[in-house]
């Protein structure tokens, strides 16, 4: 009996929940299993028709990242050990390339970052989380989300941090950062803080599903900017925006600041300097 495009997903889902954090597979998978279920497509050799289909689907970053998805999945089907089809369809499928963007850089004010961290920290989560910890953590660092999720004890040496791993939404760990980039960043006072008052009670450091953290950052900004504290609804990355601009603003060499943010300098000169002091416009 052929194996259908919904029911092969529902096999690799099972077999990734073996290596995947239960909150993962609450949240991330089953989010993509609403839109697998809804396509009209059941015939698994249909690869690049589901895929078209998916493409086809809004909104466009939510269509992409279930894309990715279905791209694994066929991976494993095809794999000589599982041969659920005999090959891969969609092995030279390109993605479309993702709609131009400006990046918005958003640099949170020196007088609202305590605002973010005490709402980040005003209500308890079922699971313990400290997500204000997680968010100063960014902050101090300019880790990405995924990378402070994959920290973990060992990769502390003499008060620096080595960051090689990234905790993706789409397949979990992952043994390599955004830009394939090692690097190591030094930990200031405030960070070895939170270290220092955080339980080893797990390999990883921050070990809580990083959706769950964007989801509760988005609540807790909502209510900080419906109230008028904040001028912008920030966003997770706006913290790693913010540490960027403040090491800008500190002098510290443009050479040193892409060493420790993982990009290349003439990101950090495109997109962060100039734009980093909080200046008013003079009236003329």
Same mark, same amino acid.
């Given at each position: 009996?052929?194996?259908?495009?919904?029911?092969?997903? &529902?096999?690799?889902?099972?077999?990734?929940? &073996?290596?995947?954090?239960?909150?993962?597979?609450?949240?991330?998978?089953?989010?993509?299993?609403?839109?697998?279920?809804?396509?009209?497509?059941?015939?698994?050799?249909?690869?690049?028709?589901?895929?078209?289909?998916?493409?086809?689907?809004?909104?466009?970053?939510?269509?992409?990242?279930?894309?990715?998805? &279905?791209?694994?999945?066929?991976?494993?089907?095809?794999?000589?050990?599982?041969?659920?089809?005999?090959?891969?369809?969609?092995?030279?499928?390109?993605?479309?390339?993702?709609?131009?963007?400006?990046?918005?850089?958003?640099?949170?004010?020196?007088?609202?970052?305590?605002?973010?961290?005490?709402?980040?920290?005003?209500?308890?989560?079922?699971?313990?989380?400290?997500?204000?910890?997680?968010?100063?953590?960014?902050?101090?660092?300019?880790?990405?989300?995924?990378? &402070?999720?994959?920290?973990?004890?060992?990769?502390?040496?003499?008060?620096?941090?080595?960051?090689?791993?990234?905790?993706?939404?789409?397949?979990?760990?992952?043994?390599?950062?955004?830009?394939?980039?090692?690097?190591?960043?030094?930990?200031?006072?405030?960070?070895?803080?939170?270290?220092?008052?955080?339980?080893?009670?797990?390999?990883?450091?921050?070990?809580?599903?990083?959706?769950?953290?964007?989801?509760?950052?988005?609540?807790?900004?909502?209510?900080?900017?419906?109230?008028?504290?904040?001028?912008?609804?920030?966003?997770?990355?706006?913290?790693?925006?913010?540490?960027?601009?403040?090491?800008?603003?500190?002098?510290?060499?443009?050479?040193?600041?892409?060493?420790?943010?993982?990009?290349?300098?003439?990101?950090?000169?495109?997109?962060?300097?100039?734009?980093?002091?909080?200046?008013?416009?003079?009236?003329?």
């Amino acid at each position: 009996m052929t194996t259908t495009f919904q029911a092969a997903w &529902v096999q690799f889902k099972n077999e990734r929940a &073996v290596t995947l954090c239960p909150t993962s597979m609450i949240s991330d998978y089953r989010q993509v299993e609403t839109w697998i279920n809804k396509c009209p497509l059941t015939d698994l050799n249909e690869g690049r028709q589901i895929m078209a289909w998916v493409l086809g689907q809004k909104p466009i970053k939510s269509s992409r990242r279930v894309a990715m998805y &279905v791209k694994s999945l066929y991976k494993w089907a095809s794999s000589e050990d599982i041969a659920l089809i005999l090959r891969n369809p969609i092995t030279t499928y390109k993605m479309p390339k993702p709609p131009q963007e400006e990046i918005d850089i958003i640099v949170i004010p020196q007088s609202e970052t305590s605002l973010v961290l005490t709402a980040l920290n005003s209500k308890p989560t079922r699971n313990g989380a400290r997500w204000s910890d997680y968010a100063e953590f960014m902050l101090q660092t300019a880790m990405r989300t995924g990378e &402070v999720r994959a920290l973990k004890w060992e990769d502390i040496k003499e008060n620096k941090v080595l960051v090689h791993g990234n905790y993706t939404l789409t397949h979990g760990y992952k043994n390599s950062t955004k830009t394939n980039r090692k690097r190591w960043v030094p930990l200031n006072a405030r960070t070895q803080e939170i270290l220092s008052k955080t339980k080893k009670t797990d390999d990883y450091i921050f070990p809580w599903n990083r959706h769950a953290f964007q989801s509760y950052f988005y609540e807790r900004m909502c209510e900080l900017y419906t109230s008028g504290l904040i001028q912008n609804r920030y966003r997770p990355y706006d913290l790693r925006h913010t540490a960027i601009s403040r090491w800008i603003e500190a002098q510290i060499p443009v050479a040193q600041v892409a060493n420790w943010a993982g990009n290349s300098s003439e990101v950090i000169w495109q997109h962060y300097v100039n734009v980093t002091q909080e200046y008013e416009m003079p009236v003329l």
